[in-house]
């Protein structure tokens, strides 16, 4: 696994790893997958889950969906965190399982990597065997970063993510016309791009103005997801293939996007991780 850089000032908020698998639903006119068989089995597999996490120290426990609601297929259902600590955190519901982290606590992949390979293993043995799982139809690794006004050096998040990282979008000079001042445009961009060399793999992207959690201010929020929508099979080797696969890609397009020395000064390098 090659090392990575890591910095004292990360724009990182939120890292999510995801597999997810099929479940019985019946799909509403809204849209929602409903689940509509809360069997013995999802009951048996939570509470061999809860009793293992809480050995590896997630000793408290939140139910995310009301106990009167029918849950909503591939949505976490319950969320285990660590006493008095945000990240890393555990969810699990009806055909997903996510391991999320974020600062304080997070210093790297390779930091984190054995505490989502222990906590993958803990959701397959404890996995009854009338649950039949025995490939995830998804695997995915979430970025999601918050460059704010102590990173743009005064830029408006449209010039900054523009000129810095390099996400341009041609406005028709019609539209252009009509705007007081083009630096101040609010940007929403998004894109899925299929992944070269691979079938089933894709990157979602996303550049946007916008708040993270109580921040008064605006900041330029990055949003990458590396996604494997082919069979993987259920095995933890299999699975962090994937993720290690996943993070090469995204580390690399994030250090490139980066590469303005400006921007790389204020994120502060520290070191390479071992």
Same mark, same amino acid.
């Given at each position: 696994?090659?090392?990575?850089?890591?910095?004292?000032?990360?724009?990182?908020?939120?890292?999510?790893?995801?597999?997810?698998?099929?479940?019985? &639903?019946?799909?509403?006119?809204?849209?929602?997958?409903?689940? +509509?068989?809360?069997?013995?089995?999802?009951?048996?597999?939570?509470?061999?889950? !809860?009793?293992? !996490?809480?050995?590896?120290?997630?000793? &408290?426990?939140?139910?995310?969906?009301?106990?009167?609601?029918?849950?909503?297929?591939?949505?976490?259902?319950?969320?285990?965190?660590?006493?008095?600590?945000?990240?890393?955190?555990?969810?699990?519901?009806?055909?997903?399982? +996510?391991?999320?982290?974020?600062?304080?606590?997070?210093?790297?992949?390779?930091?984190? $990597?054995?505490?989502?390979?222990?906590n993958i293993g803990l959701l397959l043995s404890m996995m009854p065997?009338?649950?039949?799982?025995?490939?995830?139809?998804?695997?995915?690794?979430?970025?999601?970063?918050?460059?704010?006004?102590?990173?743009?050096?005064?830029?408006?998040?449209?010039?900054?993510?523009?000129?810095?990282?390099?996400?341009?979008?041609?406005?028709?000079?019609?539209?252009?016309?009509?705007?007081?001042?083009?630096?101040?445009?609010?940007?929403?961009?998004?894109? $899925?791009l299929p992944v070269k060399g691979t079938t089933g793999s894709t990157i979602m992207f996303q550049a946007a103005a916008?708040?993270?959690?109580?921040?008064?201010?605006? &900041? &330029?929020?990055?949003?990458?997801?590396?996604?494997?929508?082919?069979? +993987?099979?259920?095995?933890?080797?299999?699975?962090?293939?994937?993720?290690?696969?996943?993070?090469?890609?995204?580390?690399?397009?994030?250090?490139?996007?980066?590469?303005?020395?400006? !921007?790389?000064?204020?994120?502060?390098?520290?070191?390479?991780?071992?």
């Amino acid at each position: 696994m090659e090392k990575t850089i890591t910095f004292e000032n990360a724009p990182l908020v939120e890292l999510v790893v995801e597999v997810r698998w099929p479940v019985k &639903s019946v799909k509403l006119p809204n849209g929602m997958n409903i689940i +509509t068989d809360t069997s013995a089995i999802f009951d048996q597999w939570y509470k061999g889950l !809860l009793e293992e !996490l809480q050995k590896a120290g997630y000793s &408290s426990m939140e139910r995310i969906v009301p106990q009167e609601m029918l849950p909503i297929a591939q949505q976490p259902v319950f969320r285990f965190t660590k006493a008095g600590e945000k990240f890393p955190l555990v969810q699990f519901g009806y055909g997903v399982f +996510t391991v999320n982290a974020g600062p304080p606590s997070y210093v790297s992949w390779e930091n984190l $990597r054995p505490e989502v390979e222990r906590n993958i293993g803990l959701l397959l043995s404890m996995m009854p065997k009338e649950a039949g799982v025995e490939s995830f139809e998804h695997v995915s690794l979430r970025y999601i970063d918050s460059f704010e006004e102590k990173h743009r050096d005064g830029q408006s998040n449209y010039a900054f993510i523009r000129d810095i990282l390099g996400v341009k979008v041609n406005l028709p000079q019609g539209l252009v016309d009509y705007a007081d001042d083009i630096d101040n445009v609010t940007p929403t961009i998004a894109m $899925r791009l299929p992944v070269k060399g691979t079938t089933g793999s894709t990157i979602m992207f996303q550049a946007a103005a916008g708040r993270i959690g109580q921040q008064p201010d605006l &900041s &330029s929020i990055i949003d990458m997801t590396f996604a494997v929508a082919n069979k +993987t099979q259920a095995k933890v080797h299999e699975v962090l293939s994937v993720l290690d696969n996943a993070h090469t890609v995204l580390h690399d397009w994030f250090m490139k996007i980066t590469k303005d020395e400006r !921007l790389t000064a204020s994120m502060a390098p520290l070191k390479q991780a071992k």
